[in-house]
Structure formats: structure tokens, C-alpha cells
């Protein structure tokens, strides 16, 4: 089935979870009340969960992190995450008396995730940035109907799915920038992919 979705919506929720091994659980309530303070001056449906794991299931590495999803009236989902750890190092890179590095403080991860969610709803569409590259494939492998989708900025990772779309799949995008909105309508014909493996009932 083809798709048209042009419409994204006002912002109604944001959802979140924070997660941390190794670590305080203190650092997850500090980057909810840090993204909380960015997101509580614009809209109270603001519910941010933790997912503090020890022992043994927290595997042998320090780190946390954050993922937050904005829903919004039409049904859009735009998504921004981050997570911090220290970077893999092999035993004969370490050197004796080599300090390891300090990790970014868990209030400044939670105020840059809020606001790098911002940012995504900001630049408008319907899906952001990182996901960008799913909705044209998604387009592309529809029937052979068209497709009509409204996006932000594009990414560097959406341009290059485009081309590789191109390369295998035969499939071109008519791109046009809308200067109202600063957003990107592309429209598509599906290459009408069958799924030879279903059985027809």
C-alpha cells in the first residue's frame, strides 16, 4: 500500500527512558530532572523511566544513557538517544599510570539530548533525522503507487539511502524543498517488491 504522509503534527507527549550499569542511580535521576527543566516549560506530559541494572547483568563497563520519543497528534514518532561510556581500549594500549577520561556529566547529557530532541522537531517531518534513511525505503519497496512524504534537513545517512535505493532498486525521488515550512516533500513510485516466501491464502 502507498503511502502520503505529509502531516506532522503538534507535539502531545514526550516519553523517555534513562538507562545506567556500573554507575549511581543517582546520574539517571540527574538527566531526568536536567531534560525535564528544558521540556516542562513547553508542554506537562513529560514521563521519563529509569533502567538501573548491577551485579552481573551490568556487564563490566561503566556507562548510561538516555532515549526520548516525542509523540505527536498525527501520529508521529520523532526520536533522539545518546549514551556514554568509556571507549574500548585493548590491555596493551593501556599504559601504566594512564588516567582514564572524565565521561560527560549526567546533567549536561540530559540537557543536550532535550535539546538535540528539540531540534529534530524543529526541523519538522515526520520522522527524524536518524530515521530518515527507513522511511524512503519503506517508500520505495511500497507497490507500484506513489508515495508522498515530508521530512526535515536531510541527513548525510537519508542522501546516501537515496542513492543506494537508485543503484538497486531503480527507484527515483522527486525531491522539492517547501520554503514555507523549510521542510522536504519527496514523492516516489514503489518498485511493488513481492514477498515471494508468503503463503497466498
Given amino acids: 500500500m502507498a503511502l502520503t504522509w505529509t502531516d506532522e503534527g503538534m507535539v502531545k507527549r514526550i516519553r523517555g527512558v534513562t538507562f545506567s550499569t556500573k554507575v549511581s542511580v543517582q546520574f ?11 521540556f516542562n516549560r513547553l508542554l506537562p506530559d513529560v514521563h521519563i523511566f529509569t533502567d538501573h541494572k548491577t551485579g ?43 588516567e582514564k577520561e572524565e565521561l560527560m556529566p549526567p546533567e549536561d547529557v540530559g540537557e543536550q539530548i532535550a535539546s538535540l530532541l528539540l531540534g529534530e522537531i524543529e526541523q519538522g517531518g515526520v520522522a527524524d533525522s536518524t530515521h530518515q534513511g527507513l522511511l524512503f525505503l519503506l517508500c520505495a519497496l511500497c507497490p507500484q503507487d506513489v508515495s508522498k512524504v515530508r521530512v526535515g534537513k536531510l541527513s548525510p545517512c537519508g542522501i546516501e539511502t537515496l542513492r543506494h535505493i537508485r543503484d538497486f532498486l531503480g527507484v527515483k525521488f522527486d525531491i522539492k524543498p517547501d520554503p514555507s515550512t523549510g521542510t522536504v516533500i519527496l514523492k516516489c513510485v514503489g518498485c511493488g517488491l513481492k514477498n515471494l516466501s508468503r503463503k497466498i491464502s
Fill in 28 to 38: 539517571e535521576n540527574t538527566m531526568i530532572h536536567a531534560a525535564r527543566g528544558i
Fill in 56 to 98: 552481573p547483568q551490568a556487564g563490566k563497563s561503566p556507562g548510561y544513557g538516555i532515549s526520548l520519543v516525542a509523540e505527536t497528534t498525527s501520529g508521529c514518532f520523532i526520536s533522539a538517544d545518546t549514551a556514554i561510556s568509556y571507549p574500548r581500549r585493548e590491555e596493551t594500549d593501556m599504559v601504566e599510570g594512564d
